[in-house]
């Protein structure tokens, strides 16, 4: 059963964008994966095929219509019954690896894309929709941030990313920023390549990769390394001996 992304948008001309080559592209060509982008102003009703209207209260910029966006939304849910409903905004719930991990799990994803100010509140309050956020910075509408959620998802996907282990000693698997990486030549610019990187002791290489993934956690994200320590304090599998000591 193939992941099947459908997304809600006034410019649909936008996808499959970055996600029609490379991984993505290749993935979707082999049918792993499809992508519908609706167009929302279809779903207008009025001569003008208008989409939004004036903040009631007064204010800058326009909102997008909960009519409109209900009639777009509810032809495509008819479409694919039990596929999740998510409106990208700046204001939604940040975006986890976790949750694209149980987004990818599933049968797809319908994606509500804003533009203009906002969506009228009501469309939230009348219709299951999980707003989600990809960080802390304001886009000019919801598509990019589409495209981001779909790129985190499909290399997750049953034979999308090949050898590469399916990247779950990456990032945010391990809980861990990842460590630094080499390749050749063994020298650049009079920088050599970590004597144990070519030693060949694999146990040696291992322990010097989680030091490293440790000490860049720690020092760029102590939020992350916090949450990592904490699990690994209270966790029976990596608890620490008797002393206190690892
Ligand atoms: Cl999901 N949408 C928009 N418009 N801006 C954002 C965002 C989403 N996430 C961060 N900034």
Redesign the pocket.
Same mark, same amino acid.
């Given at each position: 059963m193939s992941f099947a992304a459908t997304i809600l948008t006034l410019y649909p001309e936008m996808f499959p964008g970055p996600l029609g080559i490379s991984l993505a592209g290749r993935a979707m060509a082999e049918g792993k994966w499809s992508l519908d982008a609706v167009q929302i102003r279809d779903f207008a009703t009025d001569r003008h095929r208008s989409v939004d209207d004036t903040p009631s209260g007064g204010g800058a910029g326009m909102v997008m219509r909960a009519d409109v966006l209900a009639s777009a939304l509810d032809a495509t849910t008819a479409r694919y019954p039990g596929v999740p409903v998510l409106a990208?905004?700046?204001r %939604?719930a940040p975006l986890t690896q976790g949750r694209v991990r149980a987004l990818a799990d599933g049968p797809g994803a319908i994606i509500l894309c804003?533009r203009f100010e906002g969506i009228d509140q009501r469309l939230f309050d009348a219709r299951a929709i999980e707003e989600?956020?990809?960080?802390d910075?304001?886009?000019?509408? %919801?598509e990019m941030?589409a495209l981001t959620l779909l790129d985190a998802c499909i290399r997750l996907l049953p034979g999308v990313m090949g050898a590469a282990s399916s990247g779950d000693d990456e990032s945010f698997e391990t809980g861990l920023l990842e460590y630094p990486h080499y390749t050749r030549p063994t020298e650049w610019e009079g920088r050599t390549i970590p004597e144990v990187l070519r030693s060949g002791d694999h146990a040696r290489i291992d322990a010097w990769r989680k030091r490293e993934a440790e000490t860049i956690t720690r020092l760029r994200r102590p939020d992350l390394w916090e949450r990592h320590e904490g699990v690994r304090i209270q966790s029976p599998s990596g608890a620490r001996h008797k002393d206190g000591t690892d």
């Amino acid at each position: 059963m193939s992941f099947a992304a459908t997304i809600l948008t006034l410019y649909p001309e936008m996808f499959p964008g970055p996600l029609g080559i490379s991984l993505a592209g290749r993935a979707m060509a082999e049918g792993k994966w499809s992508l519908d982008a609706v167009q929302i102003r279809d779903f207008a009703t009025d001569r003008h095929r208008s989409v939004d209207d004036t903040p009631s209260g007064g204010g800058a910029g326009m909102v997008m219509r909960a009519d409109v966006l209900a009639s777009a939304l509810d032809a495509t849910t008819a479409r694919y019954p039990g596929v999740p409903v998510l409106a990208m905004t700046p204001r %939604g719930a940040p975006l986890t690896q976790g949750r694209v991990r149980a987004l990818a799990d599933g049968p797809g994803a319908i994606i509500l894309c804003g533009r203009f100010e906002g969506i009228d509140q009501r469309l939230f309050d009348a219709r299951a929709i999980e707003e989600v956020s990809i960080g802390d910075y304001i886009l000019s509408g %919801g598509e990019m941030a589409a495209l981001t959620l779909l790129d985190a998802c499909i290399r997750l996907l049953p034979g999308v990313m090949g050898a590469a282990s399916s990247g779950d000693d990456e990032s945010f698997e391990t809980g861990l920023l990842e460590y630094p990486h080499y390749t050749r030549p063994t020298e650049w610019e009079g920088r050599t390549i970590p004597e144990v990187l070519r030693s060949g002791d694999h146990a040696r290489i291992d322990a010097w990769r989680k030091r490293e993934a440790e000490t860049i956690t720690r020092l760029r994200r102590p939020d992350l390394w916090e949450r990592h320590e904490g699990v690994r304090i209270q966790s029976p599998s990596g608890a620490r001996h008797k002393d206190g000591t690892d």
